[in-house]
Every structure is written in C-alpha cells, then in structure tokens.
C-alpha cells in the first residue's frame, strides 16, 4: 500500500515538473467531522451499539444469575441435575460468545450496519469531489489524510502504457 502511496505521489510530482498540472487535496477528516449525515449515521449507529450493548448486557446478567443459583443449589442436586445445569450454563456461555462475534465481531451486524449507513454518505461526497474536479480543471485531487488519489483525468491513467510495458518486457500477453 505504501509502495503504492509512493508511486502515485512520484507520479503525481514527474508530471508537474513536464507539465502545467492543477493539483488539489482535500481533508477527508474534516469533511467526514462536519458533513450533517455523516452526524446523523454515527448518532444512528451509537444507538443500534448501545441497543446490541443492553441486549448483550442482559444476556451476561442471565448467565450470572444462572450461575449464582447453580451454586447456591449445587450440593443439594442430583448429579443427574448438576450436569444439566452445567451444559445450560455451558450453552448460554456459548450463545453469548456467539452473540457478541455476530453483532460486534469483524464481519457483525454492526459493522455491516455501518457500511450500509455511510454507503450512500460516501457517495455523495465522492460525487462532489468528482464534480469539483472536473468543474474546477484539477488534474488530480488527493486525499491529504490518507495520500489516495480521489480524483484524475482519464487522460493521466498510465495503467495500460504499464500493462503493454510489461506484456513486453515478460513475452506474455495481457487482456
């Protein structure tokens, strides 16, 4: 990735010195902090966490009070019942690991709630980025956050020029 940084930038820095290039950035930080529905979704997405949390918390506080009587009844059951009583508290255990990995783990529901949510946020800012570039005559706008390139004209795309290059320098080809 940074290696990829690196040869955009280089890129980026060859043309200007061959020729007049309109480069600009933007702060994708401050556009994320001071968009209203890039607010609106993280004050969503707070919510639905701190639903899933009281879901969540319910789930652990079942499990201790399971546990509390299982000890206090312990000696007085059957082993038969004892055991019963240990794969309940096994199960529940299990279901809330389960829980937690499906709505907070990396693939959650959480997580896929975010993605959904900022999709259409996203695409709008792209959009405008898109038109401030072109409107505006940029060659190139970067991110200044991240260094990527967010913006270019069609026109400075050398993936193709690369592609043949090394179709060439390999004696294979490519499609």
């Given at each position: 990735?940074?290696?990829?940084?690196?040869?955009?930038?280089s890129?980026?820095?060859?043309?200007?010195?061959?020729?007049?290039?309109k480069?600009?950035?933007?702060?994708?930080?401050?556009?994320?902090?001071?968009?209203?529905?890039?607010?609106?979704v993280?004050v969503?997405?707070?919510?639905?966490?701190?639903?899933l949390?009281?879901?969540?918390?319910?789930?652990?506080?079942?499990?201790?009070?399971?546990?509390?009587?299982?000890?206090?009844?312990?000696?007085?059951?059957?082993?038969?019942?004892r055991?019963?009583?240990?794969?309940e508290?096994?199960?529940?255990?299990q279901?809330?690991?389960?829980?937690?990995?499906?709505?907070?783990?990396?693939?959650?529901?959480?997580?896929?709630?975010q993605n959904?949510?900022?999709?259409?946020?996203?695409?709008?800012?792209?959009?405008?980025?898109?038109?401030?570039?072109?409107?505006?005559?940029?060659?190139?706008?970067?991110?200044?956050?991240?260094?990527?390139?967010?913006?270019?004209?069609?026109?400075?795309?050398?993936?193709?020029?690369?592609?043949?290059?090394?179709?060439?320098?390999?004696?294979?080809?490519?499609?």
């Amino acid at each position: 990735m940074k290696i990829m940084k690196f040869f955009i930038l280089s890129l980026v820095l060859f043309s200007c010195i061959l020729a007049e290039i309109k480069i600009g950035y933007v702060d994708s930080n401050e556009i994320m902090s001071n968009f209203e529905e890039v607010r609106q979704v993280q004050v969503d997405l707070e919510k639905e966490q701190r639903r899933l949390e009281g879901d969540f918390n319910n789930l652990v506080s079942r499990l201790d009070s399971l546990k509390q009587d299982y000890e206090r009844q312990r000696l007085l059951m059957s082993e038969t019942r004892r055991n019963e009583k240990e794969n309940e508290i096994t199960n529940m255990e299990q279901s809330i690991q389960k829980f937690q990995l499906d709505k907070f783990g990396p693939e959650g529901e959480i997580y896929r709630k975010q993605n959904q949510l900022l999709k259409p946020v996203l695409g709008k800012i792209d959009a405008a980025i898109q038109q401030v570039g072109s409107d505006r005559g940029y060659d190139y706008i970067l991110d200044a956050m991240s260094g990527a390139l967010l913006y270019a004209l069609d026109s400075h795309n050398l993936t193709e020029a690369v592609m043949d290059e090394l179709s060439k320098a390999t004696g294979s080809v490519t499609e």
